[in-house]
């Protein structure tokens, strides 16, 4: 119901976009968000959008570098990333999220994607 693309290898100071496709009950929840893991770490968050409204959330370390949108007529939303930097490494995840708070919380999302590897290489 989360199908999530996009990933792929890119230099430091490339750029990628990711996309999540929603469907079923996924395209009518609260908020989308974009999590990521890299190896030996926990999940974290990266970015997150109020379906209503439009309102963002992201994390400090991608402040600038990082946006997210939407297209609400594809039920898809995206993220652009650029000035990608190694340590921006990692299985990133869209989610959903059907509560109208903890956009930025791994917690409070409902439906999760399958991760989409992004490499950036030195």
């Known amino acids: 119901q989360l199908q999530a693309s996009g990933g792929g290898l890119v230099q430091a100071g490339g750029s990628l976009r990711l996309s999540c496709a929603a469907s079923g009950r996924t395209a009518r929840t609260y908020a989308m968000g974009w999590f990521r893991q890299a190896p030996g770490k926990e999940r974290e968050f990266v970015a997150a959008?109020?379906?209503?409204?439009?309102?963002?959330r992201y994390t400090d370390s991608v402040k600038g570098r990082f946006t997210i949108s939407r297209d609400s007529a594809k039920n898809t939303v995206y993220l652009q990333m650029n000035s990608l930097k190694p340590e921006d490494t990692a299985l990133y995840y869209c989610a959903a999220n059907q509560n109208p708070f903890g956009m930025d919380t791994f917690g409070s999302y409902d439906f999760w994607g399958q991760g989409t590897l992004v490499t950036v290489s030195s």
């Open positions: 959008m109020a379906r209503s409204g439009g309102g963002t």
